[in-house]
């Protein structure tokens, strides 16, 4: 079974600073992908990004980047030029893709709370 | 193209009551996924299905819990008698053929009272 770890319950950063959250996670498996997920107060589930275990390039989305260090089953997101609209939870999730073809559900860390603060 | 679409939005029900819980997915997506998050927690994971298939249920308690996905129509998620350690979100996700992103519905949040 996977699991995925998020040390930091709460950050809080100035508008415009650059934060970054962290997440580990443990796996025997070596076909998956990694997700960070944001859930504003409206408690909506939004995909930030998204990498492929396969792909040593690290993915970047506009202000949003993560840090995939495959080796120490570590991701971390990086958020630039922080906005206010940025305070939500924001998830780290693992997925594994199975050799059927299949996906496995995604198991999620506990979330950290980011207050970007005026 | 619509997103995922949940109903209802809030549900209250009585202990005992049986819940539904109903989602439909976006658009070509055919394939299934129901998650549970109590308060200040991540989502857990309770069940995979695709079309008239359940995939994977290993997420979901083995009584009072059901799912199904019809050929024609949404995915529904029943609970049956339901208990007060039943009140959650819960969220369904759908995705094109497994290996890409899932996207969420809004959830519908159970109380039980």
């Known amino acids: 079974a996977q699991t995925v770890t998020q040390s930091q319950p709460e950050m809080s950063v100035q508008e415009a600073e650059t934060v970054t959250l962290s997440c580990t996670y443990d796996?025997?498996?070596?076909?998956?992908?990694l997700f960070w997920y944001k859930q504003p107060p409206s408690r909506q589930m939004i995909l930030v990004i998204r990498q492929e275990a396969y792909k040593q390039q690290n993915a970047t989305e506009n202000r949003f980047s993560v840090n995939f260090q495959k080796a120490a089953k570590s991701f971390s997101l990086k958020i630039s030029d922080s906005q206010l609209g940025d305070t939500a939870m924001y998830f780290c999730?693992?997925?594994?893709?199975?050799?059927?073809?299949?996906?496995?559900?995604?198991?999620f860390g506990k979330g950290t709370h980011l207050i970007i603060q005026p | 193209n619509a997103g995922v679409m949940q109903n209802p939005r809030h549900l209250v029900r009585r202990r005992g009551q049986e819940a539904r819980l109903r989602c439909s997915p976006m658009?070509?997506?055919?394939?299934v996924y129901w998650y549970r998050q109590l308060p200040e927690e991540g989502l857990k994971f309770m069940v995979y299905?695709?079309?008239?298939?359940?995939?994977?249920e290993s997420g979901m308690p083995k009584e009072r819990f059901s799912a199904e996905f019809p050929k024609e129509g949404p995915s529904i998620l029943r609970i049956q008698q339901v208990v007060r350690g039943d009140s959650a979100a819960y969220f369904c996700a759908s995705s094109p053929p497994p290996g890409n992103e899932q996207y969420f519905g809004p959830g519908t949040r159970l109380t039980v009272t």
């Open positions: 796996t025997s498996e070596s076909n998956y992908y």
């Open positions: 299905l695709q079309k008239e298939n359940i995939i994977d």
């Open positions: 999730a693992f997925m594994k893709l199975n050799s059927g073809g299949g996906a496995d559900g995604l198991t």
């Open positions: 658009k070509g997506h055919s394939h």
